[in-house]
């Protein structure tokens, strides 16, 4: 009977112990109050949290938004004459290119005239003096003045990173640039002080060189700055990162040119060769090829192999060129 009385007190006692460990105890020790303060310590922060989320966010929508609105603005649209003529570095206006055209088209065809030849390849010099010509010349300007920018280019980008980290401002970057660059960087950045000047904000300013220069390093260079202007960030760092992009693409484009130029060698021979022979054919028996243009057949044979040779050319130039 004792026995079962000790038990019964002492599972008594147990119980006791634990309801008091477990309601009492927090109290009497402090851990309740303790809790609400970490609880009220770990509010603020949170909250901090969600707005620093937040402020992520909106960010992210920014940029997103701003990269749509460039992108969209940078598609391919048919470019205007003098759009084309001022992107080849020229000052033309349309009446004397159409003037140069004339003259080209009335010296081709009198000096094909002049050599006796049909009346159907005197119109077709003359198309080739009138468009043909004048329209290779400005692809050829163009192309090289845009060489010349995308080589100089992330030398100007390296003037404005340089010059943010000394604390210049950004205008003052570009004005160093529009003084001190070579052409044709610094002519496109003295236009971009002018649309400033003018009345232009920084981004849109820039947005401007795209349609002047119309490649990728300088819709990356308006993408950052737009970003930069509409969203803040570190200009610094993402001209920085933008440079070495600019420098990996020229260095891939020099790999690209080494690796492809034993097809654009034997292109050149291929495409030679006509001539070459023809040449060779004339100076050993000039009574046999003279049949190609002293008779009607023979320049409907010329004017079909100008066209295949055409053909064939165009071909190899798209099979030897890359773009990335």
């Given at each position: 009977?004792?026995?079962?009385?000790?038990?019964?007190?002492g599972?008594t006692?147990?119980?006791?112990?634990?309801?008091?460990?477990?309601?009492?105890?927090?109290?009497?020790?402090?851990?309740?109050?303790a809790?609400?303060?970490?609880a009220?310590?770990?509010?603020?922060?949170?909250?901090?949290?969600?707005?620093?989320?937040?402020?992520?966010?909106?960010?992210?929508?920014?940029?997103?938004?701003t990269?749509?609105?460039?992108?969209?603005?940078?598609?391919?649209?048919?470019?205007?004459?003098?759009?084309?003529?001022?992107?080849s570095?020229?000052?033309?206006?349309?009446?004397?290119?159409?003037?140069?055209?004339?003259?080209?088209?009335?010296f081709?065809?009198?000096?094909?005239?002049?050599?006796?030849?049909?009346?159907?390849?005197?119109?077709?010099?003359?198309?080739?003096?009138?468009?043909?010509?004048?329209?290779?010349?400005?692809?050829?300007?163009?192309?090289?003045?845009?060489?010349?920018?995308?080589?100089?280019?992330?030398?100007?980008?390296?003037?404005?990173?340089?010059?943010?980290?000394?604390?210049?401002?950004?205008?003052?970057?570009?004005?160093?640039?529009?003084?001190?660059?070579?052409?044709?960087?610094?002519?496109?950045?003295?236009?971009?002080?002018?649309?400033q000047?003018?009345?232009?904000?920084?981004?849109?300013?820039?947005?401007?060189?795209?349609?002047?220069?119309?490649?990728?390093?300088?819709?990356?260079?308006?993408?950052?700055?737009?970003?930069?202007?509409?969203?803040?960030?570190?200009?610094?760092?993402?001209?920085?990162?933008?440079?070495?992009?600019?420098?990996?693409?020229?260095?891939?484009?020099?790999?690209?040119?080494?690796?492809?130029?034993?097809?654009?060698?034997?292109a050149?021979?291929?495409?030679?060769?006509?001539?070459?022979?023809?040449?060779?054919?004339?100076?050993?028996?000039?009574?046999?090829?003279?049949?190609?243009?002293?008779?009607?057949?023979?320049?409907?044979?010329?004017?079909?192999?100008?066209?295949?040779?055409?053909?064939?050319?165009?071909?190899?130039?798209?099979?030897?060129?890359?773009?990335?």
């Amino acid at each position: 009977m004792n026995t079962q009385l000790w038990a019964i007190m002492g599972l008594t006692m147990v119980a006791a112990g634990g309801i008091v460990h477990v309601f009492l105890f927090p109290h009497i020790s402090g851990e309740t109050k303790a809790e609400k303060r970490r609880a009220v310590l770990r509010s603020p922060a949170l909250k901090r949290g969600n707005s620093h989320q937040a402020d992520a966010a909106n960010r992210r929508k920014q940029i997103a938004e701003t990269i749509k609105e460039l992108g969209e603005r940078g598609k391919k649209k048919k470019q205007s004459l003098q759009t084309r003529i001022a992107q080849s570095g020229l000052s033309w206006s349309r009446n004397r290119y159409f003037v140069v055209a004339f003259a080209s088209a009335a010296f081709f065809g009198g000096l094909v005239w002049s050599a006796g030849a049909h009346f159907a390849v005197v119109l077709a010099a003359i198309g080739v003096g009138g468009f043909g010509i004048p329209t290779w010349m400005l692809s050829f300007l163009r192309k090289r003045r845009l060489k010349k920018f995308v080589n100089e280019f992330p030398n100007a980008v390296d003037i404005i990173i340089r010059g943010v980290k000394a604390g210049l401002p950004l205008g003052d970057c570009l004005r160093v640039i529009a003084t001190e660059s070579a052409e044709p960087v610094r002519g496109e950045f003295r236009q971009i002080i002018e649309a400033q000047a003018m009345g232009f904000t920084t981004g849109e300013a820039v947005e401007r060189i795209v349609d002047r220069v119309p490649i990728p390093e300088a819709s990356f260079f308006s993408i950052v700055i737009n970003i930069q202007q509409k969203a803040g960030g570190n200009l610094a760092e993402a001209l920085g990162n933008l440079s070495a992009v600019l420098r990996d693409r020229k260095k891939m484009n020099a790999k690209i040119k080494a690796m492809s130029s034993e097809a654009r060698a034997s292109a050149y021979i291929i495409g030679s060769l006509p001539f070459i022979v023809s040449g060779m054919v004339y100076i050993t028996s000039p009574k046999y090829i003279e049949l190609l243009w002293t008779t009607e057949t023979g320049n409907f044979v010329i004017a079909g192999c100008a066209i295949w040779m055409c053909i064939g050319i165009l071909v190899m130039k798209n099979m030897i060129n890359f773009d990335i």
